[in-house]
């Protein structure tokens, strides 16, 4: 119980000694904990300490901002236009599939090679039939 009440005293500016900072980065970092959880288990009064740590002392690039566009949405696009945005996408797909299937099409007839059967026999996890 001791230790745990020693964790949640406030701290004063120069209580934080360069390995102190160093774990608390160290366990930001890894995922133990977050920011914010590490000033409150710590006591940390400030605001941005923590962060003002991260960008010092951290092994992370901050040189540069995170951009979150490829989870979130460009823009907002109504239904309709979501819609015809993946029509387009899946047409593409299709043409590719397409192409494709003519490239196996040809290796096949022209050069002899059969990539459809090993594709097959390597997925299904059967063992190869010898040709006679």
């Known amino acids: 119980m001791n230790s745990l009440s020693k964790s949640k005293i406030k701290r ?9 900072k ?20 710590y006591g940390i009064q400030g605001r941005s300490t923590v962060l003002v740590w991260l960008r010092k002392h951290g092994k992370l690039d901050w040189s540069k901002p995170v951009e979150h566009f490829l989870t979130m949405p460009k823009s907002k696009e109504t239904p309709a236009q979501k ?13 590719k599939n397409m192409i494709y299937g003519n490239m196996v099409d040809i ?14 026999a390597e997925r299904s996890g ?3 039939s010898k040709e006679k």
């Not at 004063?12 to 102190?20: A, E, H, K, N, S």
């Not at 608390?24 to 000033?39: N, W």
Request: proline share 2%; charged share 35%.
């Open 83 to 95: 819609i015809k945005r993946l029509e387009k996408a899946l047409a593409n797909a299709e043409l």
């Open 22 to 41: 160093l774990a608390v980065v160290a366990q930001v970092e890894k995922g133990e904990m977050t920011y914010k959880q590490a000033q409150d288990h």
């Open 107 to 120: 290796l096949k007839k022209e050069h002899g090679i059969d990539l459809e059967k090993k594709y097959l």
């Open 126 to 128: 059967l063992p190869k």
């Open 12 to 20: 004063t500016q120069r209580d934080y000694t360069l390995g102190f």
